[in-house]
């Protein structure tokens, strides 16, 4: 019996890096990155088990520094990425790496190790993606459709293109391109278009969106002073190829047409705090989702702006005439944007939300205090998209 109440996990280190297991479409699973100083970091695999609504959680070491960023290759579950702070000679750098979790944990599973003899396992090193001329690592981008072995890397004012050789041993640096203009120039995020062909990403770097064709490596749109301050996250709706949502420190969340930059299409004003993060329902785009510095998590319907303007419709054969035209009647008025749900569970900046690769109305949002939760879609809306 599924349940509406949030399920909450601890972690006993700071964290900001979350990400679900993007290959993994059969069981619920995220991996949560943490920010220790003092101790060797951690990546903790959450496996959530909705039948039971309980949690179970694998520790793998991650000794090489605080983890700020984390994604998981498209194809393979054993694979990801995290980009991480490093000192040497009292210089901190962000790097980036592949690596392999261990094979017994590579897919989800909802038996919980036996504490007694579970040790913490540690992940095996593919390969650096080796960054020390070109700056500091802002994140690591798989290529969405892709076989796991595309990945682009954004590193201060530099996109990286590296192609991964078979066993991921090994990163080549197969294209790359740097932002030009005054001032120190820094992305602080980017998205990888999966339309297109994948051949599109764009970034966020100070107050401006920039598209970038990955063939080229030349810029295709510019969205400038996208938001009165600091773009924090980008995010492309799964359904329509043009659109993109961003968010920022000017507490906003836009959605843009890329294909006329010049104003969003929609502005959310919800937020009380910066917006670290949007996402889209990678099945219903009229669901996405927001963090922010204000503790909440907001969970809107832009219905507006989604590929299903009406809700859904229904085929007409399955319909008697009362429905029918009750259906007509229904079609006739749009459903309007709304805040569907304002989720409180946390007490610090909410650094992170994802939605479950595995299951559509599920999400998981994450605060720096180490907190994770999980929560669903309320039952109602989930059915009223649905039926």
């Not at 006993?12 to 060797?40: C, H, M, W």
């Not at 929609?266 to 949007?278: G, I, Q, R």
């Not at 429905?323 to 409180?344: F, G, M, N, W």
Request: glycine share 4%; proline share 3%.
């Amino acid at each position: 019996m599924e349940d509406d109440a949030p399920v909450i996990y601890g972690l006993e280190f700071q964290a900001r890096a979350l990400t679900p297991q993007t290959a993994e479409t059969d069981a619920i699973r995220f991996l949560v990155g943490t920010q220790s100083l003092r101790y060797d970091n951690q990546i903790h695999i959450i496996d959530f088990d909705d039948e039971n609504n309980i949690i179970n959680k694998n520790v793998l070491l991650h000794q090489v520094g605080e983890i700020w960023h984390i994604s998981t290759s498209p194809a393979d579950k054993g694979v990801l990425a995290t980009c991480y702070n490093k000192t040497s000679d009292t210089k901190v750098m962000t790097c980036a790496a592949v690596w392999r979790m261990p094979k017994e944990l590579e897919s989800g599973s909802h038996e919980s190790p036996d504490d007694s003899s579970s040790s913490t396992q540690t992940l095996e090193l593919l390969c650096h993606l080796d960054n020390t001329a070109h700056g500091n690592m802002a994140c690591v981008m798989w290529e969405p459709m892709g076989d796991g072995k595309r990945i682009i890397s954004l590193a201060d004012n530099n996109i990286l293109l590296w192609d991964l050789e078979e066993s991921s041993a090994k990163a080549v640096l197969s294209s790359s391109t740097a932002l030009e203009g005054k001032g120190q120039l820094k992305f602080t995020s980017g998205r990888w278009s999966p339309h297109h062909n994948c051949t599109q990403i764009a970034t966020a770097n100070d107050t401006t969106v920039r598209g970038w064709d990955t063939r080229s490596m030349r810029q295709i749109y510019c969205i400038e002073n996208a938001h009165g301050q600091l773009v924090r996250d980008l995010d492309f709706n799964p359904n329509k190829q043009y659109y993109l949502a961003s968010c920022g420190d000017d507490c906003k969340v836009k959605f843009w047409d890329t294909r006329n930059a010049t104003e969003p299409v929609k502005t959310l004003e919800e937020h009380s705090h910066w917006v670290w993060n949007v996402r889209y329902n990678h099945s219903h785009d009229q669901l996405v989702l927001t963090g922010s510095s204000d503790s909440r998590v907001i969970l809107s319907n832009m219905v507006s702006i989604s590929s299903e303007p009406f809700g859904h419709m229904v085929d007409d054969d399955e319909l008697s005439d009362q429905e029918d035209q009750h259906q007509e009647e229904k079609i006739k008025e749009p459903l309007q944007d709304s805040v569907i749900a304002t989720y409180e569970e946390h007490e610090d900046s909410v650094y992170a939300v994802e939605w479950s690769s595995a299951d559509p109305w599920l999400f998981a949002s994450l605060s720096y205090d180490g907190r994770l939760v999980i929560n669903r879609v309320p039952r109602a809306l989930k059915y009223h998209i649905l039926l």
